[in-house]
């Protein structure tokens, strides 16, 4: 009883505000690396707004499927990156902060691009709900800016540690201002030691289909 009643409540709130959904678009720099700015439907009880919607990122955005959540929390100065998955186990993934602030990064490795090397960089909020979508072909990551963060992520391909591949978060060629004072960053053992995007062997290739 309790669960038809929260949605009668949430289906008569759609009715009285007269609520159609749609999620804004904002294209960035690179092609295909998109910001999903939610509706968001506030009173004085709080507010609403939906977080997926498969219909709409399928004709906004590009067809796809999610198989994988992800959920991990962070202190100030943590910095996750740059990540990637090769091969037939790439992944796009779809990136949101339920709590705190972090810098959500993804650089384009893909060889013969014309954005080869470049990258986007986004402040995800828990205040203002952002998701930022990285496509396959992109190594991604992140620096968490408060004190904590609660960081979630979908994917479109399960992971696979043998198909695990990395460049450096600080490779200077990249050009990537983290907003974290060096001496403040927190790192695994294993993201401190990557190669520079130069140095890498596993990168993908802009003439093959990733999808």
Excluded at 20 to 35: A, F, L, N, Q, R
Excluded at 96 to 111: E, M, N, T, W
Excluded at 114 to 134: C, K, M, S
Excluded at 159 to 182: F, H, M, Q, T, V
């Amino acid at each position: 009883m309790a669960s038809i009643a929260r949605s009668f409540t949430i289906n008569v709130y759609l009715c009285l505000y007269n609520i159609d959904i749609k999620m804004e678009i904002i294209t960035t720099s690179i092609e295909g690396v998109v910001i999903i700015e939610p509706k968001i439907f506030k009173d004085d009880r709080g507010y609403f707004y939906e977080s997926w919607n498969q219909k709409e990122f399928d004709e906004k955005v590009r067809p796809i499927r999610f198989v994988q959540d992800n959920q991990s929390k962070s202190s100030y100065g943590v910095l996750r990156g740059l990540h990637f998955q090769r091969g037939t186990h790439s992944q796009s993934k779809l990136v949101r902060v339920v709590s705190g602030s972090v810098l959500d990064v993804a650089v384009d490795i893909r060889k013969g691009s014309p954005t080869f090397g470049q990258h986007v960089a986004v402040e995800l909020t828990g205040d203002n709900h952002r998701q930022f979508f990285i496509p396959r072909g992109f190594a991604h990551g992140f620096s968490v800016l408060s004190e904590t963060a609660i960081f979630q992520y979908k994917c479109d391909n399960l992971y696979c540690k043998e198909s695990e591949g990395a460049i450096a978060w600080n490779d200077p060629a990249l050009g990537i201002d983290w907003r974290i004072p060096a001496d403040k960053v927190i790192l695994s053992e294993k993201d401190a030691c990557h190669p520079l995007l130069e140095e890498a062997t596993d990168l993908f290739d802009y003439s093959v289909e990733l999808y």
